[in-house]
Antibody, heavy 120, light 107 residues
């Protein structure tokens, strides 16, 4: 079964760019949609965006100006870049597969998550 | 964006209790509604998709219903491993949005 693992710096300075990678194992990254979701400490979940294996993307309008999601099919990885970060971007960042059942989609499975703290 | 509102935000219950959590959408989302369970320090896990379809491997004590704007998740007989936070999520329109969560605690 597909497994996802996030990796990247746990500490990012304010105004810099957050960069994370999600490595997919147990299956090919091709032919699927892959997503990033975040959760500030003690708070709820926020969808960041997704990428299709073709390279097409869709971002949350609230973050669109700062987000880039890309994919490296040769490494079976996809990545998140979030620019100009502030303390409000401190969160656990999850990567997830978009699963489909007919016209319905859902996030499953998820990576274990990685905490990124933005420091001043 | 479609706003998802869950109630209650937390509840206390005992093992064996029947528990019901409500999720309301700010506009009709048909049955494009998913439910997740999250335990402390862990990623959310999918329980229900399409408002009432049980995800593979999820125990049958979990059930859900609803359509339009009002949805419910029911745990028929609470087990110790069910104490967690539950989130609803709409997949009707982009961006997909989540409810604020309902924390189920041990009484």
């Amino acid at each position: 079964q597909v497994q996802l693992q996030e990796s990247g710096p746990g500490l990012v300075k304010s105004s810099e760019t957050l960069s994370l990678t999600c490595t997919v194992s147990g299956g090919s990254i091709s032919n699927y949609y892959w997503s990033w979701i975040r959760q500030p400490p003690g708070k709820g979940l926020e969808w960041i965006g997704y990428i299709y294996y073709s390279g097409s993307t869709n971002y949350n309008p609230s973050l669109k100006s700062r987000v880039t999601i890309s994919m490296d099919t040769s490494k079976n990885q996809f990545s998140l870049q979030l620019s100009s970060v502030t303390a409000a971007d401190t969160a656990v960042y999850y990567c997830a597969l978009l699963g489909f059942s007919s016209v319905w989609y859902y996030f499953d499975p998820w990576g274990q998550g990685t905490l990124v703290t933005v420091s001043s | 964006d479609i706003q998802m509102t869950q109630s209650p935000s937390s509840l206390s219950a005992s093992v064996g209790d029947r528990v019901t959590i409500t999720c309301r959408a700010s506009q009709s989302i048909s049955n494009y509604l998913n439910w997740y369970q999250q335990k402390p320090g862990k990623a959310p896990k999918l329980l229900i998709y399409a408002a009432s379809s049980l995800h593979s491997g999820v125990p049958s004590r979990f059930s859900a219903s609803g359509s339009g704007t009002d949805f419910t998740l029911t745990i028929s007989s609470l087990r110790p491993e069910d104490f967690a936070t539950y989130y609803c999520q709409q997949s009707y329109s982009t961006p997909p949005t989540f409810g604020g969560g309902t924390k189920v605690e041990i009484k």
